[in-house]
């Protein structure tokens, strides 16, 4: 809950100094925001472990967790990664660069769930 | 005096008629019952022979102790199962959970993540999937073997008490049926239940709505099918079976008023053939209740790894769809159809032949 109060704090002012910025220097609003949003981040961070530690132990009851659900925290991660991303540059008004940035994502998503695929495949060759 | 030696050849012969009856019966009796129940107990598989333990307890008639015994050599396995199917299907809720999160975060990625998460329930599932309608083929195969044993055996106590053309109708139409059953689950409805968690699969990625009614139209049409088959065969045991028993019935009893008439050994003729008939009743009773206890040996296993399969994962779509996973959820509930369809499929054989068997069984109190 700490976490959580100082980073709404932090994005509060963030927000405001940026408004404040955005007229007279819209880049400094920029990295301002930038800076903001990586030590929001650099927070979330000190709450993975708990998260990690909920997958070892699912780990060690599902035998199947390594290999279908891991691919699966990875897709969430780089679909929520692409998502800050993608919304930063259209913030710069660089939709063009968002929507590369969101191609990107979706590349490696798929990348990352190919040995689900693999499997799949695998399966129905099995059948078939 | 004419008169005299031929009363007195006439009770030395009834005398000896009834002894050797005595006598003979016990054996008969005991080579009825051994030589059904040895040929019963060696028509099952390994895996039926384990879960029936002693047949000696179907033999004597405890029907309630024999299925006590299938279900306390199962009940291990059986848990094991769950538990592994329990495992596959937190699989299945923890990926909706995670795409439940992704969705309500990002929503332009969250079609990606939709691909994501079809591959990776469809490799949670499929594998399940395929292993259980192996489970299914092997129940069928074995379900064919032990009836083409058990039948024979009940239409000849049958035919004992009786009931001839009763016996050939049970047997032919189990027998037929079965048969054209098995072809048509093993050539036609497999692959469409394969075609139908393919559609399924292609419904979860591309949301066509065209895909998911084909998809419904497969799985109506195998439910349909078996129900078909199923009342066909009910149908013809219905109208054949009850007619073929009354007219058997009505003819032994003519049989034995018949054999009452003729003078001094007229009685014992008709007691004979009367305990004859109790016999093969008796013994067709207990080889029946070895043969139910058989077919349950073969089945109940399976069927709890079926309805396993199907219940979990189903729960598994149902707290998915709570969490708002939306087309996973679907996708999974639409999957766990696929594990009930082949569920159908093994009880609609089962129910035949067990149909048939008790047809067979009644057939000796003319029913």
């Not at chain 1, 919304?87 to 063009?96: L, M, N, S």
């Not at chain 2, 066509?208 to 078909?228: A, F, P």
């Not at chain 2, 050994?265 to 305990?275: F, P, Q, R, Y």
């Not at chain 2, 029946?288 to 077919?295: E, R, S, T």
């Amino acid at each position: 809950m700490d976490v959580l109060f100082k980073i709404l704090i932090l994005a509060a002012l963030a927000a405001f100094g940026a408004l404040t910025l955005k007229k007279q220097a819209p880049e400094f609003a920029f990295l301002l925001t930038l800076g903001a949003g990586i030590c929001i981040l650099s927070m979330l961070a000190s709450q993975l472990p708990s998260i990690q530690m909920v997958y070892t132990f699912a780990a060690h009851y599902i035998p199947d967790t390594d290999e279908i659900v891991g691919p699966m925290f990875k897709a969430a991660g780089i679909c929520i990664l692409t998502k800050i991303t993608a919304e930063t540059c259209r913030d710069c008004e660089q939709k063009a660069l968002a929507a590369k940035v969101e191609l990107a994502g979706t590349i490696a998503c798929f990348a990352v769930a190919m040995p689900l695929f693999s499997q799949v495949f695998a399966q129905i060759e099995s059948m078939l | 005096m004419k008169t005299v030696f031929r009363l007195i050849l006439s009770v030395v012969m009834c005398g000896w008629l009834t002894v050797c009856c005595a006598y003979a019966l016990p054996d008969t009796a005991d080579t009825l019952y051994e030589a059904p129940l040895t040929e019963l107990e060696d028509a099952l598989p390994k895996d039926a022979q384990e879960a029936a333990g002693d047949f000696e307890l179907a033999a004597s008639g405890d029907f309630a102790a024999a299925l006590g015994e299938i279900w306390g050599n199962i009940f291990k396995p059986a848990k094991t199962y769950l538990v592994q199917t329990l495992r596959s299907a937190i699989v299945v809720l923890v990926v909706c959970a995670i795409y439940a999160g992704v969705h309500v975060f990002c929503e332009r990625n969250a079609r990606v993540f939709v691909f994501c998460g079809t591959a990776a329930i469809a490799a949670a599932c499929l594998g399940k999937l395929s292993s259980v309608m192996t489970i299914g083929q092997q129940v069928l195969q074995e379900l064919t073997v032990f009836s083409k044993t058990l039948l024979p055996t009940l239409c000849a106590a049958e035919i004992m008490t009786g009931s001839i053309s009763g016996a050939g109708v049970v047997y032919t139409a189990v027998l037929f049926v079965c048969d054209i059953l098995i072809t048509v689950i093993s050539q036609v409805m497999t692959p469409l239940v394969y075609a139908y968690c393919a559609l399924v699969t292609a419904y979860c990625v591309c949301g066509n709505e065209g895909i998911l009614k084909l998809s419904r139209l497969l799985k109506s049409g195998i439910t349909w099918s078996l129900k078909l088959l199923l009342g066909m065969f009910t149908g013809y045991l219905a109208i054949s079976g009850v007619l073929a028993g009354a007219t058997n019935a009505v003819a032994v009893k003519t049989l034995k008023l018949a054999s009452g008439a003729v003078p001094l050994i007229g009685g014992v003729i008709s007691d004979a053939a009367e305990t004859v008939v109790a016999g093969a009743a008796a013994v067709k009773g207990v080889v029946g209740i070895a043969g139910i206890v058989g077919i349950f040996a073969i089945v109940l296993l399976p069927f709890i790894k079926l309805g396993v399969c199907y219940v979990l994962y189903k729960i598994a779509a149902v707290l998915s769809a709570m969490t708002g996973a939306g087309e996973l959820a679907t996708y999974a509930e639409n999957l766990s159809d696929g594990f009930v369809l082949i569920l159908a499929m093994c009880a609609a054989c089962t129910l035949m032949i067990l149909v048939g068997v008790f047809a067979a069984i009644l057939g000796a109190v003319g029913i």
